[in-house]
């Protein structure tokens, strides 16, 4: 009876679960090349994944900055039109000026995942990344949209 009612319990709880958001965005800043044994397991693995391959400090030194991981998903779009995803931000020396960075997609996906990283020369010279606003647009009509507190 114990099991059954366990069962039940994690049956109802999965069918709480709704549909996944149509834009996710996930930030990491990576501040600095040393490991640190105070850092949290998933900083420390984030920081580890980020740098793997940079062997020489400055290389490491050029993998440092701001990370952006925007997950999209809109499955009721199957070929509707190619999907591009836009992450638009302003940086902290570069004034009011606004930077665009996009990735395509074919119409056929219906989600995925697009990194974008303000990192190296463009980072130590232009500052960090004050407001940004993400949008997702399949066919030109936009799916979904998030963005910054200070986004304006």
Request: overall charge positive; some cysteine.
């Amino acid at each position: 009876m114990k099991i059954l009612s366990s069962l039940l319990a994690a049956l109802f709880l999965g069918a709480c679960a709704g549909p996944p958001e149509p834009l996710v965005v996930k930030q990491f800043l990576l501040r600095d090349q040393e490991r640190n044994s105070g850092d949290e397991p998933m900083t420390s693995m984030e920081k580890s994944r980020r740098l793997r391959g940079a062997v020489s400090m400055e290389e490491r030194r050029q993998r440092l900055g701001q990370y952006y991981t925007l997950i999209w998903h809109d499955p009721a779009g199957l070929g509707k039109g190619p999907v591009e995803v836009t992450f638009l931000y302003q940086q902290g020396a570069s004034a009011s000026r606004v930077k665009r960075m996009t990735r395509s997609f074919p119409s056929t996906a219906t989600g995925g995942t697009a990194d974008f990283a303000v990192i190296g020369e463009d980072y130590f010279k232009n500052g960090k990344v004050l407001a940004w606003k993400a949008t997702v647009t399949r066919g030109g009509r936009e799916i979904a949209s998030k963005r910054s507190y200070l986004w304006q």
